[in-house]
């Protein structure tokens, strides 16, 4: 199928296909929009069944990157990177090297960082041959690193503040938090929450990062494909997305959904599900902004580990706005934020444009 015949495809500026035969690299980087600054969004290193589910992911994974860039008011657009995972293991070093030469290309439009399947060596490997690449190192005086620690706070803080407007308390101690992926984010999420007295039950399809998680967090161990149906009271997606779709909606037993994966929904509709079942949505791409916030600040040199920190603490507050407006109108929280970061896009794309 071609790029523009494909339902994801939604007005992206530009797709860029790479092939390096020497490294194995397959590569899709999507820009969605350039409208708020270079397009920032990670890399994916994933194993797809086809080309074309690969392609799917970069269109729906950049078009979140810019709604996500404009509700945390980053000067930056959205664009996102695939990496086909090859058959046999390719030497990681190489494959990197030809990945980063690929970025380069594009000479400052899209900006690299950390996602599911890279890390940050994976991300030095890169900066040897580009500078468009973040998420490599921070100290106390300037932000940066892993994003993985940043998206987690944001998570738990956005968490707090969902349960807070579902039940009048912010307190998590004794709630039951489901948290499905138990990866950088779902890792150091679950961390949080057990120290602040949460109640957790895990599933991660890697048994050994789930049996080792459990007992670290003294967790209830769920099996994969069941965690999403499990009895909680919050449910925290933190592996990949398209997790919510109808059929697992008529299952869902919590009252609040606030995870870290991005493209929870299935489809535009599947907010619209979760508000008719009176399941409250904390919609992805605003509550896991931590990690871009402190990676566009490693970018742009300008900003200390103390910024990053209060420009992710600013997190909860975009969510309440969308949960207020989304009650007082009766329409479903992914829509109010869709709305609210479309405008905020079209409003600069109209000031780059002069009009
Ligand atoms: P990761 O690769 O470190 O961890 C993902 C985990 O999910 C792995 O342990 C994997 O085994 C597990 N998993 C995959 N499919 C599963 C399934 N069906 N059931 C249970 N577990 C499953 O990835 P990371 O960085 O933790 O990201 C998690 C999600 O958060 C992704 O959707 C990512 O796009 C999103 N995200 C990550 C950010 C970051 O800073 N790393 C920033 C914003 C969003």
Known sequence: MATFDNPAFDAHESVHFFADHASGLRAIIAIHSTALGPAAGGCRYWHYDSSELALTDALRLSRGMSY???????????????????????????????????????????????????RVEDMREVAKVTRYVSGLAGDATRAGGDPSPKTAYGVY????????????????????VAVQGLGGVGGA?????????????????????????????????????????????????????GVLH?????????????????????????????RARGILYAPDYVVNAGGIISVALEYLGS????????????????????????????????????????????????RRSGR
């Open 68 to 118: 996500k860039n404009a509700l945390a008011d980053l000067p930056m657009g959205g664009g996102k990177a695939v990496i086909l995972k090859p058959g046999a293991t390719p030497d990681r070093a190489t494959l990197f090297a030809a990945y980063g030469r690929a970025v380069n290309s594009l000479a400052g439009q899209y900006i690299t960082a950390e996602d599911v399947g890279t």
């Open 157 to 176: 803080l956005a968490m707090k503040e969902a349960w807070r407007f579902a039940t009048g308390s912010d307190a998590l101690a004794g709630v039951r």
């Open 189 to 241: 999420l679950c961390g949080l929450l057990h120290r602040e007295g949460a109640r957790l039950i895990v599933a991660d399809i890697s048994e050994t990062r789930a049996r080792q998680t459990a007992r670290e967090y003294s967790a209830l161990l769920a099996e994969p494909d069941e965690l999403i149906s499990t009895e909680a009271d919050i449910l925290a997606p933190c592996a990949l997305g």
């Open 246 to 274: 109808a059929r697992s909606i008529e299952t869902l037993r919590v009252r609040v959904i606030c995870g870290a994966a991005n493209n929870q929904l299935a489809n535009s509709e599947d907010g619209e599900r979760l």
């Open 303 to 350: 900003g200390s580990e103390a910024e990053a920190q209060a420009r992710i603490e600013k997190i909860p507050l975009t969510l309440r706005r969308i949960l207020e407006s989304a009650a007082a109108s009766g329409t479903s929280t992914s829509d109010i934020a869709d709305h609210l970061a479309q405008e905020c896009i079209a409003a600069a794309a109209a």
